[in-house]
C-alpha cells in the first residue's frame, strides 16, 4: 500500500477531507485516553475552517494522498516543531505516519534542521 501512496505539499482543495478525517479521527482513536469534553475542545464539530488553513498554508504542510484519498497529514514550522502529524482512523497501524514521518525527518535534513519536536497526545505517545 506504501507504495501507491504520494506524499504531497497541501492544497486549498484539501481541507474539507483534512478536517472530516481530523474530527472522526479524534473522535474514534482518542477516545480512549480522553474523555468527551476533552475530545469536543480539541476537536470540536465545527472546526475553524478559516484558523486551519492559515496554519495549514504557513506551515510546512503535506498530505498523503492515495488515489486522491487523503490518508494522513502533518504539518511543521520554522522552528522545528510538528504541530500535527495524523493518520486517518481507517487505517491506523499500516505505516501511514511513519512513511510520513520518515519523508518530513529528510526534509529537516535538508533545511539543515538537526532535531524536530513535537507535544504528542497520550495516545501518540507510543509512536512517537
Same mark, same amino acid.
Given at each position: ?6 506524499? +504531497?505539499?497541501?492544497?486549498?482543495e ?9 474530527? %472522526? ?5 482518542? =477516545? ?5 469534553l476533552?475530545?469536543? =475542545? ?7 475552517? %478559516?484558523?486551519?488553513?492559515?496554519s495549514? %498554508? ?5 498530505? =498523503? ?17 510538528v504541530? +500535527? ?8 497501524g ?8 520518515q519523508?518530513?525527518e529528510?526534509? =529537516? ?20
Open positions: 500500500m506504501l507504495k501507491d501512496i504520494i506524499v +504531497r505539499t497541501f492544497q486549498k484539501d481541507l474539507e477531507q483534512v478536517l472530516q478525517f481530523f474530527y %472522526e479521527t479524534v473522535h474514534t482513536v482518542n =477516545a480512549k485516553d480522553y474523555n468527551e476533552q475530545l469536543q =475542545a480539541w476537536a470540536p464539530n465545527r472546526l475553524d475552517r %478559516e484558523s486551519w488553513l492559515k495549514l %498554508e504557513k506551515n510546512i504542510s503535506y498530505v =498523503a494522498d492515495h488515489n486522491g484519498v487523503i490518508l494522513g497529514f502533518r504539518d511543521y514550522n520554522d522552528d522545528h516543531y504541530d +500535527r502529524l495524523f493518520t486517518h482512523k481507517d487505517y491506523q499500516k505505516r501511514v505516519a511513519s512513511y510520513i514521518l519523508m518530513l529528510k526534509e =529537516a535534513v535538508k533545511l539543515g534542521h538537526r532535531e524536530i519536536y513535537t507535544e504528542a497526545s497520550i495516545t501518540a505517545k507510543p509512536f512517537f
